[in-house]
């Protein structure tokens, strides 16, 4: 057998090619890395902020009375989720429209789509007035005491101005985050939330305004952070994209309309169903217990997904922008680092979770019937965080793609179809207790 003379020197260029080639891959995950988090950091850290608004409000009102706090706590996690949830997808639309806009360096263009998007929002939110107007008779129906309902309906009323805020700010983060201008949200986001703090501690401890007070210190910070975003914009911060108020603003509204509805019905939907599982909880279980456990679930895995959903910023705005450029292996590409890179961080809280299990409500009680029943959920919660991490990064691809209105009939079929009558069977045809109703249908939506 003749030996090929050059068969070493092939060899040689082989392996160097092979080794070229993983340099070029480990260079492009960490370009497109560095791209990911300059988007996904600030998100997190902004999300983190004005939800943590909102804790600081019934923190304090807790030092007033329990009905204080009920009445706070019911309003902002009842009647203002939904406006938030509803208003905050509707928004996504912008990050379809910006973030293609910007990628097929269309600037102009990104102007006019955030002020459409600034009227359709509005709009949609006077339609959503008639939840804070009515606020004390709908939380009467509900079942709740009329005590409660009717000083949460008076918070609600005052509520009303952050309400109009959301449809204002939220474009503005969108509209931004599509151009990388990120560090203007983390500085605003930072800026609200210190006056916020140092406002309610001054007007509550020293000043005693009372629940209404707080409402009210929780509507200005919030007006806050929309003021400094618009300033920035408006005043030179995006001299390409901003070229002034158009009356091109006016034209094309509806059809911004349907994808702003199906992104506001993709997202709403989602973060009802974890409120339906609270009251299915409700009738399943008569136990304080099992429920006080079941609402430190999900708001462990409410904090986590702070994180999580600066990945479904990120990979909105990667996919999109690329999308707009023409460049559809890089999008998928982007797709699959921010996936991974979600799936680890997603690692990271399902390993605290099952290792810490017995440590990590403490945070919220010292009940040890509390603590017990948590630790029993612990497994789901640690399981259902880890799905989740993957979740929002496909949910994010379809943002960035247009998809708004498949994923809101994937939402309706796997929440509502399957997820909430499985788990009404499992509950009382089964008898499998408290732990079926935080038994997440994350994974037939992957």
Known sequence: ????????????????????????????????????????????????????????????????????????????????????????????????????????????????????????????????????????????????????????????????????????????????QCQIKTFVIVWVSGVALVVHVIMSWFFMYKLNVGVVGTAIILDFSWWIAVLGLFVYTVCGGCSNSWTGFSIQAFSGLWEFFKLSAASGVMLCLENSYFRILIIISGILSSSEVALDALSICISIFTWESMVVLGFFAATGVRVANELGAGNGKAAKFA?????????????????????????????????????????????????????????????????????????????????????VPLGILMGWVFHFGIEVCFCDVTCLRI
């Open 1 to 176: 057998m003749i030996r090929d003379s050059n068969e070493p020197l092939l060899l040689l260029i082989n392996q160097e090619e092979e080794e070229e080639e993983r340099d070029s891959l480990i260079e492009r995950v960490w370009i497109e890395l560095k791209k990911i988090w300059k988007v996904a950091g600030p998100a997190i850290f902004s999300r983190v902020a004005m939800f943590s608004m909102t804790l600081i409000s019934q923190a304090f009102a807790g030092h007033l009375s329990n009905l204080d706090l009920a009445s706070i706590s019911i309003a902002t996690t009842v009647i203002i989720t939904i406006s938030f949830g509803f208003l905050l997808g509707m928004a996504s639309a912008l990050e379809t429209l910006c973030g293609q806009a910007y990628g097929a360096k269309k600037y102009h263009m990104m102007g006019i789509y955030l002020q459409r998007s600034w009227i359709v929002l509005f709009v949609c939110s006077i339609l959503l007035l008639p939840m804070y107007l009515f606020a004390t008779p709908i939380l009467k129906f509900v079942g709740q005491s009329n005590e409660v309902a009717e000083k949460s309906g008076i918070v609600a009323l005052w509520l009303i101005p952050m309400h109009f805020s959301f449809a204002f700010q939220f474009p503005l983060q969108r509209f931004l």
């Open 335 to 419: 797709t699959i680092v921010s996936a991974v890179t979600s799936l680890i961080v997603g690692l990271v809280f399902w390993f605290v979770i099952i290792v810490f299990r017995n440590q990590v409500a403490l945070i919220f009680t010292a009940s040890p019937l509390v603590l017990t029943a948590v630790n029993k959920l612990s497994v789901i919660l640690a399981f259902t965080i880890l799905l989740n991490s993957i979740q929002p990064v496909l949910s994010g691809v379809a943002v960035g793609s247009g998809w708004q209105v498949i994923v809101a009939y994937i939402n309706i079929g796997c929440y509502y179809i399957i997820g």
